[in-house]
């Protein structure tokens, strides 16, 4: 099997460049008749009879260890810095999502709602001692049995939505179905790639279990971006909402989002490695360079046995929960308070928020955030909101420090669009 590629490229480095999610977004939880709020919870609704979502995007990453540009100097990669941030677990989520249109129809205690978004989301988990044992070698481990397998979730896929709400006294319950259509995917559910180094004779022993799904494998890119379809590859997913008015100033919400799963089936490949090596005087610093720029995976992929097998497979979707809190001392303040959490592969990315927003006049809101997640401990966010009598713009970051700088931040997103009320 050929294989070639830069470890750390593969590792660490094609999360910054092949994703644009889904990383949080907070902030347009409590950004009412924009259309985001629509999408963030199936219960809400618009303000006009008939609204039209228009185009829209959405960017985020969470970095915890070391940042995109801190890996770069004199127009290189650096080998010197990759471990100045990295923590024992690291972990890279970065996402993205562009919606063409949507619809919401609203009248009494009901709504309707169609739409469509394409979505892209990339995870990458890694420890310090990958990074580590590629740099320095396994020296450093010598009588110890360590796993530096990483975990690797990259998803592009499209999704059709049909969903609805309905009001029953201060209670609004909603829920979305959606058609999804898988695009391309690169999936490790089985990540166990321990290394144990002889304290005597320095034999070194492997014991694996590495899985990688794929749709997006084959020896040339032209076979890989043919590989990369709209239909074929097919699955559903469910979203739940309620929001609950409690008095004139107290609401509380809740969400669940992507409950689902997409079925792999065209060009799909599953690369499997498992079994027990045992290999003599080999120093793992080196398989690599001195300047971390090639790595033959030819070599790799004899020594530790990789089957390719043309069979297809499913993978989840991460799920996404959001409790949302508000409070209306005025008719011009609202206090807010959300707590969000993601769960992939078993792991959990918790995030809670608290936001001040102060509505001047009906056309026009704007509001502070501040947020703490595992990426980062302070993130300033700010959002801004247009209500003309017929057309609707925003645009929101969780963390605007980092506007201008955006890739060197631990933690950024961003999302815009507008909305059109087309019957009142």
């Known amino acids: 099997m050929r294989i070639k590629q830069n470890l750390i490229f593969l590792t660490i480095f094609i999360s910054s460049f092949v ?37 829209s995007g959405y960017y985020g990453h969470g970095i915890n260890g070391s940042s995109v540009f801190k890996l770069f100097r004199s127009g290189g ?8 941030d990295l923590q024992t677990q690291n972990s890279m989520l970065f996402g993205g999502q562009l919606s063409l249109f949507g619809f919401n129809y609203s009248q009494n205690n009901f709504s309707i709602q169609i739409g469509q978004n394409l979505k892209t ?26 796993n530096i397998g990483p975990y690797l979730d990259a998803l592009m896929y499209n999704e059709l939505y049909l969903g609805g709400s309905y009001a029953i006294g201060n209670l609004r319950l909603g829920a979305k179905v959606k058609k999804l259509n898988g695009i391309a995917n690169v999936y490790t559910p089985q990540n166990t790639f321990a290394i144990y180094t002889d304290d005597k004779i320095y034999e070194l022993s492997f014991t694996n279990k590495y899985h990688i799904y794929t749709n997006s494998y084959s020896d040339s890119w032209d076979n890989v971006w ?22 004139d100033q107290f609401k509380v919400s809740g969400t669940l ?12 490949k599953k ?9 003599n005087g080999i ?29 297809s497979y499913k993978t989840p979707l991460p799920v996404q929960l959001y409790l949302g809190f508000q409070y209306l001392p005025t008719e011009q303040w609202e206090i807010n308070a959300l707590y969000y959490d993601r769960f992939s592969a078993g792991r959990s990315h918790p995030a809670f928020m608290v936001m001040g927003k102060y509505k001047p006049s009906e056309y026009f809101h704007t509001g502070l955030s501040y947020t703490i997640n595992r990426y980062s401990y302070f993130n300033l966010g700010w959002n801004a909101e247009l209500h003309a009598k017929w057309f609707h713009a925003y645009i929101a970051f969780d963390n605007i420090t980092d506007i201008f ?20």
């Open 19 to 55: 994703s644009m999610q889904a990383q949080s977004e907070l902030m347009g939880y409590f950004m009412n008749n924009t259309g985001t709020d629509l999408y963030l919870n199936p219960a809400k609704t618009t303000d006009a009879r008939l609204s039209w979502v228009l185009p």
């Open 77 to 84: 990669i650096s080998s010197a810095r990759l471990t100045d």
């Open 121 to 146: 989301h990339l995870q990458v988990d890694y420890n310090y001692t990958l990074i580590d044992m590629i740099l320095n070698g396994n020296a450093g481990y010598i009588g110890e049995n360590v």
């Open 226 to 247: 043919q590989s990369l379809k709209f239909w074929g590859n097919d699955g559903w997913a469910l979203d739940l909402g309620l929001e609950a008015k409690i008095n």
């Open 257 to 268: 989002l992507d409950m689902g799963s997409i079925n792999w089936k065209n060009n799909t």
């Open 271 to 279: 690369i499997i490695s498992e079994g027990t090596y045992e290999i």
């Open 283 to 311: 120093n793992l610093e080196g398989l690599f360079t001195d300047t971390i720029s090639v790595f033959d995976f030819d070599t790799l992929g004899n020594l530790f046995n990789f089957e390719v097998l043309e069979d």
């Open 405 to 424: 700088t955006p890739l060197s931040s631990d933690y950024f997103n961003v999302r815009m669009g507008t909305m059109v009320d087309l019957w009142r």
